[in-house]
């Protein structure tokens, strides 16, 4: 264990050293060698033993990865590195290259001052090496290419230098075409392009750990010619140990990347949209230790010892154990109970992490994926932008009751660690909602659940969820309790949008003080009389107590209340939540004997009232929309926009984008279902798209019938609508 405690002692002395710490991330397309190359420079530092160790992927910490010999969680990793006499803390994060997995993508990049892309040799720039370096620079992150899988073009394209030299500069002018697109508007980046020349391109082969660049040929005499002599004639481990990858690559690293104190001037205002007259402004600018914590998590984990892990940047000041921090988003302080550093893939706890360094704490109980965590109330870090949000929605249901309690625990984890999952639990029914951001994104998550958590769990179809509105403004509409002895008066109309929008926003609830309540409906167009009258919101539906003096109304409201919430949750035409109505509750008959006005006879009158009221109003079912956005080359602009016009879609606007075409539209959720196979397969994998949720629309007429009818099938509803409803054929 000496060396390992020599090696955490160097890293806790360099991470006081800003000017000698480098945070990068490995970024490429699936399958494109990241991991393997990462691996790689663990075991050139010394940090995992050498020697056939390096295809243990040691960054594939879970099984899954391992399987599919694919990288699905971002993992953190710190080494160290001497360069010109001077050692140097590298802090890396091996980020995942499939599509589906770019929130973690995204995320790391915040983390991160330099990004090395990995690019493979023989397939060249694929369109998720695009997406991944747009990610990077958008974040304000510099990048460096390496050229992996080199020995393949030798050995079997059997390419001489002359063809080799010409495949390698096209993904170098490929990779620059990308850069120079993106940083063209950007004034505070000067030319970020990568060149042999300047040393911010390597080559080599991280399968057999050797690596060459301008740098490492005038350091070992050894050029490209040789280096193909050596690959033929099996001279592999001579090739490694003359020219070993991980110093080729760490060298470009310290060489080029920006450590944190010049980044974070650079960085601080594209992350940060707070007031830059603050002192934290200058604090964080100036990677100040001594100044307020400042911290962005990037990732949550579980560790099974030490609970939950939340790894980010400190951004400035000093984290340490003990300390209370605010975490944005959420009320009251959270105490940290460990701080800690990476060191290959294992944490290890340290006393403190000063400013520019990437800190693994523990005790952060509040923050998820994104959170800012600081020592005073601020500003948080811009949300991170994640290339896609949630569009597809399945059920997860244990196969056995007993594993109920331990699949909700499991299932609000996994939406703590992923911000990209949505999770909606159902208690009554056992059918939980699990949406993310594709159907490999939730195979993959509920694979984990079953072995992870060892719960056996079946899922559904992939199913989109509706909502019910009312179109017109109703009579009054009586509703009867069974005994025959209470009655309600209800009107109901549809609710102005601004309104809507507000109580979805949070800035109208009933957790507000009236008076602000009031003047915030006024403003959204509510009259006086009625914005002092509200009783009750519920989803973004309100209810009015227009009455005057009625006994016992006090004492019932509650039952009122409940009544009018079950028929909001299940709407008459397909059980789907309504939204968006403004009832008025405008008289009330009550027996006189409590007995006689109990939950069994008001529940059912309101709930009657309700359901008759929408009926009035005519009803229809809402579609949820999304925003569609796709990044794509010229040539095949005509497809992108095809794909969203054959979905029931509409284009709303096309425009040139550095050396892009973007088109932009809204489609149904419903039909976006196998968009991302169909947009890859008619863009021949070109495309880069994003969705965003954009509310909801009414349905067209002539599909409504037909989808309220498959609604009520699937729930297992009988298939007559709800009298007076049948407005519909």
Request: charged share 30%; hydrophobic share 35%.
């Amino acid at each position: 264990m000496g060396r390992r405690k020599k090696i955490v002692d160097e890293c806790e002395r360099l991470m006081d050293e800003p000017d000698q710490i480098r945070n990068i991330a490995i970024a490429a397309h699936v399958d494109h060698g990241k991991t393997t190359l990462t691996d790689n420079l663990l075991a050139g530092t010394g940090m995992i033993a050498d020697e056939g160790e390096a295809t243990k992927l040691m960054m594939d910490t879970e099984e899954d990865e391992q399987e599919r010999g694919i990288t699905i969680d971002a993992a953190n990793v710190s080494m160290t590195h001497e360069y010109d006499d001077r050692n140097h803390l590298i802090n890396l994060i091996d980020t995942p290259g499939h599509v589906d997995f770019g929130g973690d993508v995204t995320r790391a990049m915040r983390a991160v001052d330099g990004a090395l892309v990995v690019v493979d040799a023989v397939e060249g720039a694929m369109p998720q090496t695009e997406t991944v370096v747009r990610q990077a620079l958008r974040e304000g992150v510099k990048p460096a290419l390496f050229i992996n899988k080199v020995d393949r073009l030798i050995s079997e394209l059997q390419e001489g230098p002359q063809e080799m030299q010409e495949r390698l500069q096209k993904v170098i002018a490929d990779v620059n075409e990308l850069i120079r697109g993106m940083t063209e508007e950007m004034d505070d980046v000067d030319d970020w392009t990568v060149s042999v020349e300047d040393g911010t391109v390597a080559f080599g082969s991280a399968l057999y750990m050797w690596g060459v660049s301008v740098n490492s040929m005038q350091r070992t005499g050894l050029d490209f010619g040789d280096i193909i002599d050596m690959e033929r004639s099996d001279q592999r481990q001579e090739l490694h140990e003359k020219t070993p990858l991980s110093n080729v690559v760490l060298d470009m690293v310290v060489e080029h990347f920006p450590n944190p104190l010049d980044a974070q001037p650079r960085r601080i205002p594209r992350i940060w949209r707070g007031d830059d007259e603050l002192d934290i402004a200058e604090q964080m600018q100036l990677v100040d230790d001594d100044g307020e914590v400042v911290m962005m998590v990037t990732d949550i984990g579980m560790d099974p010892h030490a609970g939950e892990i939340a790894t980010g940047r400190v951004f400035s000041g000093t984290v340490e154990k003990g300390q209370e921090l605010y975490v944005s988003g959420t009320a009251g302080k959270n105490r940290i109970q460990s701080v800690g550093i990476y060191m290959g893939g294992e944490r290890e706890e340290v006393e403190h992490v000063p400013a520019g360094n990437i800190a693994a704490v523990t005790g952060l109980r509040d923050a998820i994926a994104g959170s800012t965590v600081s020592s005073v109330e601020m500003t948080p870090f811009e949300s991170i932008e994640h290339i896609s949000e949630p569009v597809i929605t399945k059920s997860v249901e244990a196969k056995s009751m007993d594993d109920l309690p331990k699949l909700i625990e499991t299932l609000r984890q996994v939406s703590k660690e992923d911000p990209t999952i949505q999770i909606e639990i159902n208690e009554d029914t056992g059918e939980h909602l699990i949406s993310g951001q594709g159907e490999l994104h939730l195979e993959v998550i509920t694979q984990r659940i079953e072995r992870n958590q060892g719960i056996p769990v079946s899922t559904g179809e992939p199913i989109v969820v509706y909502r019910e509105a009312p179109r017109q403004a109703t009579e009054e509409v009586e509703g009867i309790s069974p005994n025959r002895h209470n009655r309600f008066y209800l009107t109901l109309e549809p609710m102005n949008e601004e309104i809507v929008e507000k109580i979805r926003l949070g800035e109208v609830s009933m957790d507000m003080p009236e008076q602000e309540r009031r003047e915030a409906l006024q403003e959204a167009g509510m009259d006086k009389d009625s914005s002092q009258n509200v009783e009750h919101i519920y989803g973004t539906n309100i209810l009015l107590d227009d009455t005057k003096g009625i006994q016992h109304l006090n004492e019932t409201m509650e039952l009122v209340i409940e009544g009018l919430e079950e028929a909001l949750e299940d709407g008459p035409l397909a059980a789907e939540p309504v939204q968006g109505s403004l009832l008025r509750l405008k008289d009330a008959r009550l027996h006189e004997d409590t007995i006689h006005r109990g939950p069994a006879q008001v529940i059912p009158a309101v709930r009657n009232a309700v359901h008759r009221a929408l009926i009035h109003s005519g009803v229809a079912l809402l579609e949820p929309m999304q925003d569609v956005r796709i990044d794509v080359p010229n040539e095949h602009m005509g497809a992108a926009s095809g794909e969203i016009q054959g979905r029931r879609g509409r284009v709303d606007d096309m425009y040139q984008e550095g050396d892009l075409m973007v088109v932009e539209g809204i489609a149904p959720v419903d039909e976006m279902i196998g968009f991302s196979s169909d947009i890859r397969s008619a863009t021949e994998g070109r495309a880069s798209w994003n969705t965003e949720n954009a509310g909801f629309e009414f349905m067209s007429d002539s599909l409504q019938k037909g989808k309220i009818m498959e609604i009520r099938e699937r729930k297992g509803m009988k298939l007559e609508l709800p009298e007076g409803a049948d407005y519909l054929d």
